[in-house]
């Protein structure tokens, strides 16, 4: 019955920042609803698909200290699936064909991580590459996919079987409430006793292993919650734009989350967010304009800035210059 | 009979490329005591230390722990039976404060530690008892720094609060006052005779006098192989020990003693 608690002065001042941060949530929730009245929602959906996407990249890097150079398989298994499931089963729903595309992403997660996860640094990158090149190379023959034409045409279907998608108002609310459970998922895993463990590890390993923790079977655990959760954004991203392609497989799509991730803070809550929703609508914005076949170029450019100039990202960079102003 | 050491070794081997690190050693430690492992530059105590606590694998020999073997266990396993090591290079978690890092260690035989799903409000019941550790070692009003702005006296005294919450029967310190100033030095070693009491300790030690001071055995290691081993009085007194590694110092000691 004596569970008198100690609260320390760095406890409370951490409960202070946890109410901050609930404020915060609330106006993140409260924009997002309001978001589609102001602008396309299937523009909007799109950002929350690779923002989802880049916050289960820093899953892996920010938080493991894992820098994985094949998020795009998960992405595109979760899309292939859900899409070959949906198009070919009339029966199903879009959330069976969701979750369905979201545990093969997990299982292919497992499979990645079994054979990655001892290695270290730019090694565990190159597996990492060299397993998602294989993943890519099987969906460009494998006829489920529809090789080089991608799968199309694939129904959003009504969710739960009574909820028609067809409006993107209903299929953007439903998008938003799968990223607000798979950010839900993130933010608990990070501060959870795993994520106090995961955070000890990325320390010291070392020290981690002489206090008798098996590091690689957290790690492993890090790695296939971010893939699961990449699979679950491919997967919501097929529903909404009706269709699967080889792009979401390419390595470039690897690339683009690292880009989406640094940009906006690795290792912050909402930097992944920003990040992807800055890549998104630069593509978007000059993919209309003249300069559109200087995306990447103008993309790469902003990428040597951001590693040369702000490392810790546009979110990480603000939360320092709020640490130095308000502390 | 084999009760009474609690750690020993049987030719252990550790060869990198040709090259022979550790050879042929046979190790025993005894029951509450505290052992030290000392030689000169190269002498492989650092690699038997790594051997020991299974961050190398041998090339040949056994380990034994309380008469078992254990050559083939992980570094992890060892931690859980009991034997936890400290490092040359304070091993702490740097962004963590010292309660936090207490409780990582105090945290995994409860059993959450993979549960992602709950709350870290869930480890708060742990807090009380990593502020007494901290106060075991001094630290207590450190509990809510943050271990990068200790200073590094501290920071080594933290390290082995943390290893106390692994409730170890036997602690293998890794030259525990590499680095410190003179005050630190007194104080870390009053420190690991206090928790010394009821347990066994292996220390790789540079500083004669802290091995004077402490240590009830001493092994000698030169060139990988064990030269000698006894208390200080014997060890000291012993000529290929003087010419292969004390030479000045020992006598120097021996002219102030």
Known sequence: ?327 | MTQEFILETRGLTKEFRGFTAVDDVNLQVREGHIHALIGPNGAGKTTVFNLLTKFLPPTRGEILYRGKPITGMKANGIARLGLVRSFQISAVFAHMTAMENVRVALQRPIGTSFHFWKSERTLDHLNDRAIELLDQVGLREYADVLTVEMPYGRKRALEVATTLAMEPTMMLLDEPTQGMGAEDVDRIVELIRRVAKGRTVLMVEHNLSVVSRLCDRITVLARGSVLAEGDYAAVSANPLVKEAYMGSEAEEEEASA
Not at chain 1, 42 to 47: G, N, Q, R, S
Not at chain 1, 94 to 122: D, H, K, W
Not at chain 1, 178 to 196: D, E, K, M, N, T
Request: hydrophobic share 50%; glycine share 12%.
């Open chain 1, 1 to 327: 019955m004596s569970t008198t608690q100690t609260l320390t002065p760095t406890m409370k001042r951490q409960r202070r920042a946890n109410l901050r941060r609930n404020a915060f949530y609330l106006i993140l929730i409260v924009v997002g609803m309001v978001a589609p009245f102001l602008a396309y929602p299937v523009f909007l959906m799109k950002v929350l698909c690779f923002a989802l996407f880049a916050c289960a990249f820093n899953l892996l890097l920010g938080y493991a200290g894992l820098l994985s150079f094949g998020h795009a398989a998960f992405l595109a298994t979760g899309g292939y699936i859900t899409g070959y499931l949906l198009a070919s089963y009339p029966a199903m729903t879009p959330e069976m064909g969701i979750i369905a595309g979201t545990l093969a992403a997990v299982v292919l997660g497992a499979a990645f991580g079994a054979l990655s996860i001892r290695r270290q640094g730019i090694y565990f990158a190159m597996v990492t590459l060299a397993l998602a090149q294989l993943v890519y190379f099987a969906y460009v023959q494998s006829p489920f996919t529809g090789g080089e034409d991608g799968l199309h045409g694939v129904p959003r279907g009504e969710l739960f079987g009574i909820i028609s998608l067809r409006s993107n108002l209903a299929m953007y609310y439903f998008v938003f409430a799968v990223f607000l459970i798979g950010f839900a998922i993130i933010q608990r895993a990070v501060h959870s006793p795993y994520g106090q463990v995961l955070k000890a590890i990325r320390e010291n390993e070392p020290r981690a292993v002489s206090l008798g923790y098996n590091v690689d079977a957290y790690k492993l655990v890090a790695f296939i919650l971010s893939a699961g959760i990449a699979g679950l954004a491919g997967s919501t991203k097929t529903v909404v734009f009706q269709l699967a392609s080889l792009t979401d497989a390419h390595w470039h799509m690897s690339g683009e989350v690292i880009l989406m991730t640094l940009l906006g803070g690795v290792g912050t809550l909402f930097g992944p967010i920003m990040g992807a929703g800055i890549v998104v609508s630069l593509q978007h914005m000059l993919g209309q304009s003249p300069l559109g076949n200087w995306v990447s170029v103008i993309l790469g450019v902003i990428f040597v800035v951001c590693v040369l100039s702000f490392r810790s990202g546009i979110v990480g960079e603000i939360n320092k210059m709020y640490h130095k102003n308000f502390k």
